[in-house]
């Protein structure tokens, strides 16, 4: 299965929290986030064997077994896959089929459901593409088990999976992992808070919902901060949000600062015209106005050398802050 949403809208958490137990079934969760290198891949796979062998019954037992006799401090999870060691170097692609035939054997001894998060990664490393059909010929021949393939950057998802030209055509069923309804989340919202006779406006509400984008993580990061500032009894207006902030901008200030550092002076422009004015399409003459950048080519450079960095999303001609507390912080520079 392809599961498809934006980062921090809780696909893992759907998973790991939901379908997984309600399955019965034991997780083998790979992060692919941030690999560089077919080494990254093997090693990240590795380790999520490892995990997968703590975490099962019969391993339980006989690390109990031997905490009872050992004095020395013994490395289980290496001892338990010793048959696949990863130096400093760390074995290339040519282990990861080995990798998997251990995961299915798992399998086949008790059910797994593995889960590729962030999988789209994968396309980023050298060869990638050669990777991904080493992945699709060992998978392949897992008869029963579910590999769920997670990813938030929909462009190189599609890619990979509807791709004639890719290994994995056509290779998974998709579902768009959507936002959950306003309602609903509202509702949640509420009820989080009503132990603590806190009570939210309506206004307060749809303002939470129009900054995060109803992001499920951004939401509650947010509604975490404004529990922080209030105290009990309190109604939640739009002035308690500027505390809010301020909570959330003391522990991300300073990579914020990284950012503003690190951009060109075209990209710090475009950064701020569209935390400042989302209203104007960031395509075209009126854009390059409001950023003060000379010209619509160099400020569509300009983001997408932002999206490269992982700071903005684009969709179609869309860009979108990934995180939209940095771009409320944008709003307050001069």
């Known amino acids: 299965m392809l599961l498809q949403g934006e980062r921090r ?21 790979v992060s692919l986030w941030g690999i560089k290198t077919p080494e990254d891949l093997a090693r990240q796979v590795y380790a999520a064997l490892v995990r997968l062998r703590e975490n099962s019954p019969i391993f339980r037992k006989a690390q109990r077994f031997l905490k009872t006799r050992l004095a020395a401090n013994v490395d289980l999870g290496v001892l338990a896959a010793h048959t696949l060691p990863v130096s400093g ?3 290339g692609v040519d282990v990861l089929e080995q990798l998997l035939d251990e995961l299915y054997a798992e399998h086949k001894s008790s059910p797994v459901m593995a889960v590729w998060d962030e999988f789209q990664e994968v396309e980023n490393i050298p060869d990638g593409n050669a990777v991904i059909g080493r992945l699709r010929n060992a998978i392949q021949h897992h008869s029963g088990m579910a590999h769920v393939f997670a990813g938030s950057d929909r462009n190189q998802m599609h890619r990979i999976f509807n791709d004639p030209n890719s290994p994995f055509f056509k290779g998974a069923v998709t579902l768009d ?6 309602e609903d989340l509202a509702a949640w919202i509420r009820q989080r808070f009503k132990p603590f006779s806190v009570t939210v406006t309506d206004e307060t509400m749809k303002t939470i919902f129009d900054i995060t984008d109803r992001v499920s993580g951004d939401v509650q990061q947010l509604c975490s901060a404004l529990w ?8 939640l207006r739009q002035e308690h949000l500027a505390g809010a902030f301020r909570e959330i901008w003391a522990y991300e200030s300073r990579s914020y600062e990284a950012i503003v550092d690190d951009a060109t002076a075209p990209q710090l422009r475009c950064l701020k015209a569209l935390a400042k004015h989302p209203e104007v399409p960031p395509h075209g003459i009126a854009f390059a ?6 010209g619509a080519s160099s400020a569509s450079r300009a983001l997408n050398g932002l999206a490269g960095k992982s700071i903005l999303t684009k969709t179609g001609a869309t860009y979108k802050f990934i995180n939209p507390f940095f771009a409320e912080w944008l709003k307050t520079l001069d």
């Open 89 to 91: 170097g760390g074995p």
């Open 9 to 29: 809208a809780g696909k893992t958490s759907f998973i790991c929290h939901a379908v997984a137990p309600a399955l019965k079934q034991r997780l083998f969760l």
């Open 289 to 294: 106005k409001v950023s003060g950048v000379l």
């Open 228 to 235: 922080t500032v209030s105290k009990r009894g309190d109604t």
């Open 177 to 182: 992992f959507g936002k959950i309804e306003t």
